[in-house]
């Protein structure tokens, strides 16, 4: 069976880093693709970045200099760090894993329930 679960904070202030957790089921290790999303009150999802099995990361152009994802495969479980936060990265964010990443949730098999993150000062 197929589980992830995010963990972290709720609420930051503008210039925090925010910091998940993505917890996975043994099973889900095997997908190619450990990504983290995440959809913006009103707007459409938003691919963020992606870990691949070999270790390579993928990010999002326009957050890349302040997106940090890695990995620990002894614990089954990765994580996303974005640098100075400003009330835009408000979501809900979500992790998922796929054999592909993007923009819609059909490029993804599995995901998280999503945890709600508010940048406000």
């Known amino acids: 069976q197929v589980q992830l679960q995010e963990s972290g904070p709720g609420v930051l202030k503008p210039s925090q880093t925010l910091s998940l957790t993505c917890t996975l089921s043994g099973a889900a290790i095997n997908w190619k693709y450990w990504s983290w999303i995440r959809q913006p009150p009103g707007k459409g999802l938003e691919w963020i970045g992606s870990?691949?099995?070999?270790?390579?990361?993928y990010y999002r152009p326009s957050l890349k200099n302040h997106t940090s994802i890695s990995r620990d495969t002894s614990k089954n479980q990765f994580s996303l760090q974005l640098t100075s936060v400003t009330p835009k990265d408000t979501a809900v964010y979500y992790c998922a894993i796929g054999k592909r990443y993007g923009n819609s949730w059909l490029e993804y098999d599995y995901w998280g329930q999503g945890t709600q993150v508010t940048v406000s000062s």
């Open positions: 870990i691949a099995t070999d270790g390579s990361t």
